[in-house]
């Protein structure tokens, strides 16, 4: 499969505990997005990477959440000290830019906080 | 925040045309209209864009107002696999997408 990939698919923590998402994009993309959707709303803009570089955070990014895209490839987000509102689904998206071109989702991270 | 505006859900009856409508009357010049739709528990999957002319592929038909200012998206003979929310966005080619509510839409046997 050479789509965009998310680990782990599902993931429960306890309130307070840290937890860290893994994104592998499509190899040629260099757009690299993060969003969170709760039940019934539509995806909503966290942060995106241009290569390794962060270039936008959305105010819902708050202090405890963390991105990071080392390498230009790979993109990981860490949660700190999780409370029971970051329960969600995590999409991780790609895309190649310059260009007009279409973004690609992975299939998410459940996070479920107990 | 999302820019365009779409209906809440919409039914379609099993084999006939799905008709999507979009109102987009902000869109400026360079941007175009893209059409995403996300299958329940799966992640968003893109369908089609278009800027100003009508466009066709495998998956659906776009057809943009003359005046850009509302789009209808088209599945010619809907399957239940079609039940999935649609989303219709406004963006030039280098933003990032920015999801509203969608249309749910619902194929009926």
């Known amino acids: 499969d050479t789509g965009v990939s998310q680990d782990p698919r599902h993931k429960i923590t306890k309130r307070g505990q840290n937890v860290t998402f893994r994104c592998d994009p499509i190899?040629?993309?260099?757009?690299l997005y993060w969003y969170r959707q709760t039940l019934g709303q539509g995806p909503e803009f966290l942060t995106y990477?241009?290569?390794?570089?962060?270039?936008?955070k959305s105010r819902l990014l708050s202090d405890r959440f963390s991105a990071e895209r080392p390498k230009g490839s790979f993109s990981t987000l860490e949660i700190q000290r999780t409370e029971q509102g970051d329960s969600a689904m995590y999409l991780c998206?790609?895309?190649?830019?310059?260009?007009?071109?279409?973004?690609?989702f992975g299939q998410g991270t459940r996070l479920t906080v107990v | 925040d999302a820019k365009t505006t779409q209906p809440t859900s919409m039914d379609c009856a099993e084999g006939r045309a799905a008709n999507l409508p979009c109102n987009h009357s902000?869109?400026?010049?360079?941007?175009?209209v893209y059409w995403y739709r996300q299958i329940h528990s799966q992640g968003p999957q893109y369908i089609i864009h278009?800027?100003?002319n009508n466009e066709t592929n495998e998956m659906a038909s776009l057809i943009i107002t003359e005046d850009r200012k509302s789009s209808t998206l088209i599945l010619p003979h809907a399957t239940l696999r079609d039940t999935a929310v649609y989303y219709c966005?406004?963006?030039?080619?280098?933003?990032?997408?920015?999801f509203g509510p969608g249309t749910s839409l619902s194929v009926i046997p």
């Open positions: 190899s040629e993309h260099n757009r």
């Open positions: 966005i406004q963006k030039t080619s280098y933003d990032k997408v920015i």
């Open positions: 998206a790609s895309s190649l830019s310059p260009g007009n071109t279409e973004a690609f």
């Open positions: 278009g800027l100003k």
């Open positions: 902000t869109i400026s010049g360079n941007e175009y």
């Open positions: 990477f241009q290569n390794e570089a962060q270039l936008e």
